[in-house]
T-cell receptor, first 111, second 114 residues
């Protein structure tokens, strides 16, 4: 059974700083997803990482995947307040398309 | 707006009751997924339907059931409700059931059981 662990679970940052959220998973996951959730809102897809070494960037966010280490990272560059949200990574259960989510990282960016 | 719609947005009911949550997937999407989000359990996959048939089952209680209709909308039925069933229930859809497809999430139904 796939298990997904994120850390940290809470991250308080100052604007302009860089930081990385880590996502470890326990067994083979064919894909790795990153989602964003604003308070009381739905989940918004950020990235889908399809293969080992995949790197995707959108604005100040960059996600990467290392399938050998079973690790994905979400790097935040020069954080701004608008990035404040909860970020989830999710792996795919082998043979299925269903997602197993991590507990989420609550990111708070303050001036 | 993901294109996935869910009704109702909020639902307040009492223990022992039964409720039905409804989901309409994005136009053209054949797969529908149901997830439960709660403070203690996090986001958990419940069940998936693909083109009217059950495709995968997760941590879904026996008191819960779902179906997908010919027009591809889906309903999640929760019965004999308990306080612990209070949660945010999300529906997501994707075009097929192919690995690597993005799942698009609806706005959710917030269920409060009193």
């Amino acid at each position: 059974e796939l298990k997904v662990e994120q850390n940290p679970l809470f991250l308080s940052m100052q604007e302009g700083k860089n930081y990385t959220i880590y996502c470890n998973y326990s067994t083979t996951s064919d894909r790795l997803y990153w989602y964003r959730q604003d308070p009381g809102k739905s989940l918004e897809s950020l990235f889908v990482l399809l293969s080992n070494g995949a790197v995707k960037q959108e604005g100040r966010l960059m996600a990467s995947l290392d399938t050998k280490a079973r690790l994905s990272t979400l790097h935040i560059t020069a954080a701004v307040h608008d990035l404040s949200a909860t970020y989830f990574c999710a792996g795919v259960n082998s043979g299925y398309s269903t997602l197993t989510f991590g507990k989420g990282t609550m990111l708070l960016v303050s001036p | 707006d993901s294109g996935v719609t869910q009704t109702p947005k909020h639902l307040i009911t009492a223990t022992g009751q039964r409720v039905t949550l409804r989901c309409s997937p994005r136009s053209g999407d054949l797969s529908v997924y149901w997830y439960q989000q709660s403070l203690d359990q996090g986001l958990q996959f419940l069940i998936q339907y693909y083109n009217g048939e059950e495709r995968a089952k997760g941590n879904i209680l026996e008191r819960f059931s779902a179906q997908q209709f010919p027009d591809l909308h889906s309903e999640l039925n929760l019965s004999s409700l308990e306080l612990g069933d209070s949660a945010l229930y999300f529906c997501a859809s994707s075009p097929r059931t192919t690995l690597g497809e993005t799942q698009y999430f609806g706005p959710g139904t917030r269920l409060l059981v009193l």
